[in-house]
């Protein structure tokens, strides 16, 4: 299971200083949406430099133009870039064109969608990468419900990160459904110690891993 820290919110200096204190427990780096429409994508060539060796998402919540964003995200470094479930299927398809091209992937982000009719022309499109995913917004009003993991547990072959509000208290009922990736942002971008809040998030899901055998989404 990988943890993807999701860097929203914050200035460029904050997500440097973040990714100095928590690099060592992380697999994933996110270069969060509101970033990105702060400092552009020249951001995620800055921290493709300094972490050549981690995987880069470009979290372009791309929704049209999938070709030209998907060749921005790309050509920056990332090493996936994030589309919309509700985009039009060519912008998709674009996007997977493009991600062939240069070997790295395209990850569907399915907030709003609540219907798996969705998943299954997503399948059909070429999609192997999702996000389950509690918005923001919606976690001013609640919080996720692990009713959302059954809105893939029909694709035991589809790789499936989750994010929306996951921190250490959650953790007990996100981890039996056994995801792909952790997307965690505010959990350790706005805790005062970065490096403890990453690491016991990291120390959590290895032990699950250890105690419990892959997969039953
Ligand atoms: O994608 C995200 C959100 O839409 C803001 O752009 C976040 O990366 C995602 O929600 C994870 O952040 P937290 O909810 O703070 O864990």
């Not at 893939?152 to 509000?165: F, I, K, Q, T, W």
């Not at 959650?170 to 970065?194: C, F, M, R, S, W």
Request: glycine share 6%; net charge negative; hydrophobic share 40%.
């Amino acid at each position: 299971m990988n943890l993807q820290l999701a860097l929203d919110r914050l200035t460029e200096q904050e997500c440097l200083d973040i990714l100095t204190d928590t690099n060592e427990s992380l697999d994933w780096i996110e270069v969060g949406t509101g970033v990105i429409k702060e400092y552009g994508l020249a951001i995620v060539r800055t921290i493709r430099e300094a972490y050549p060796n981690k995987v880069i998402v470009a979290d372009m919540k791309t929704c049209d133009a999938g070709k030209h964003e998907a060749i921005q995200a790309f050509e920056a470094g990332a090493d996936i870039t994030t589309v919309m479930a509700f985009s039009a299927d060519q912008t998709i398809t674009d996007m997977l064109d493009v991600a062939r091209t240069y070997q790295s992937r395209v990850m569907v982000d399915l907030l709003g969608v609540s219907d798996s009719t969705r998943i299954q022309q997503l399948r059909q499109l070429g999609i192997n990468l999702v996000s389950l995913h509690f918005g923001k917004d919606m976690q001013k009003n609640g919080s996720m419900d692990s009713q959302l993991f059954d809105l893939v547990s029909h694709y035991p072959d589809l790789e499936v990160a989750v994010a929306g509000g996951i921190g250490l208290d959650t953790l007990p009922g996100i981890l039996p459904h056994q995801p792909d990736t952790l997307i965690v942002g505010g959990a350790i971008t706005k805790q005062e110690n970065h490096k403890q809040a990453a690491a016991q998030i990291k120390e959590a899901m290895k032990n699950y891993e250890a105690n419990h055998s892959h997969r039953s989404l």
